[in-house]
């Protein structure tokens, strides 16, 4: 659970010009919704191999 006003990720790059990059690539990865709603969201397994 995150809570109103809590970070939900940080950052970190030892090169300013890939900040950008890294900020546009995460753009939308994240949705929020109000407490208790159901979680509507994809399964993280795409696929599975097996012998």
């Known amino acids: 659970t ?3 006003g809590e ?3 940080t950052l970190h790059t030892d090169d300013a010009d890939r900040f950008a990059r890294a900020q546009a690539a995460l753009e939308g990865a ?4 109000p407490a208790g709603s159901p979680y509507a ?3 993280i ?3 599975r ?3």
């Open 2 to 4: 995150v809570r109103e």
């Open 7 to 9: 970070p939900l990720l």
């Open 30 to 33: 994240v949705e929020v919704a």
């Open 41 to 43: 969201g994809k399964s």
């Open 45 to 47: 397994i795409i696929d």
């Open 49 to 51: 191999v097996s012998a």
